[in-house]
């Protein structure tokens, strides 16, 4: 599978096989935080068999199974929201695309510091559940890409593309508040309000430079 398919078929999965990741998935995953962290200055990594981060209530609540195994988005404490998000899903994608599922977590577990190195200065911003799936999840509902950008008959077919894999990104409670605003080969992309809507944002301008290719347009800083 390539990241484009791992796009078409990603969901989130809350329940997992009791199966430990495979050593060759294992270096994979970390070899891809490393590389993101290189590029991003975070400082994310990959935490294997700890079972405590998702044994808290409200993960149970969450009908979470078998979650032991995840990476941790740490990065330093002020700005990092949109990076989070953006070299978050980079990995969620490489995930899917090795067999493992995932889940966004930032809101129902329980962080465990001495299961990570924290520097000075940084913190764990929220925690990306990776394993095998129990199940494969399924399709959220989805917004009209007519309500989340400018698309119309006239846009070129890479903006349409670039939208529908925004569409198909996960986001905080499924909110999809975004918008892509398209002028000349210029992308406007901007965050609605609501919870982890920056790190939603990250998340969506991954997929749609994936679905749009970024041969075609520039996003608008
Ligand atoms: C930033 C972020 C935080 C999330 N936090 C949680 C969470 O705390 N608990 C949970 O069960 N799901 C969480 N999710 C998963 C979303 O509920 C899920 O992505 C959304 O409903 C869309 O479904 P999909 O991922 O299957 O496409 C989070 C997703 C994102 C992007």
New binding site residues.
């Given amino acids: 599978m390539n990241i484009e398919e791992a796009i078409l078929c990603?969901?989130?999965?809350?329940q997992y096989l009791d199966k430990p990741i495979a050593p060759e998935h294992a270096d994979a995953l970390r070899k891809a935080v490393e590389e993101a962290n290189a590029q991003s200055g975070m400082h994310m990594q990959l935490v294997l068999d700890e079972p405590k981060a998702m044994n808290c209530l409200?993960?149970k609540y969450?009908s979470?199974k078998n979650a032991t195994n995840y990476v941790a988005m740490i990065a330093p404490k002020n700005g990092f929201d949109e990076k989070?998000?953006y070299f978050g899903e980079k990995i969620v994608l490489l995930a899917k695309t090795l067999g493992l599922e995932t889940?966004?977590?930032?809101?129902?577990?329980k962080k465990i510091p001495e299961a990570v190195r924290l520097e000075d200065g940084e913190k764990i911003y929220?925690i990306i559940v990776v394993g095998y799936g129990a199940t494969q999840?399924?399709?959220?509902r989805s917004k009209s890409p007519q309500a989340v950008s400018n698309l119309s008959e006239d846009s070129p077919k890479w903006f349409e593309k670039g939208v529908q894999y925004a569409l198909?990104?996960?986001?905080?409670?499924?909110q999809q508040k975004f918008r892509f605003e398209l002028d000349g080969n210029r992308v406007k992309a901007t965050a609605g309000i609501g919870?982890?809507a920056k790190?939603?944002l990250g998340?969506v301008k991954l997929h749609f430079e994936i679905g749009a290719g970024s041969e075609n347009f520039a996003f608008e800083e």
């Fill in positions: 990603r969901h989130s999965v809350r409200l993960a969450g979470f989070v998000g889940c966004w977590v930032a809101g129902s577990y929220m999840g399924k399709p959220h198909l990104a996960p986001t905080a409670i499924n919870p982890y790190t939603d998340i």
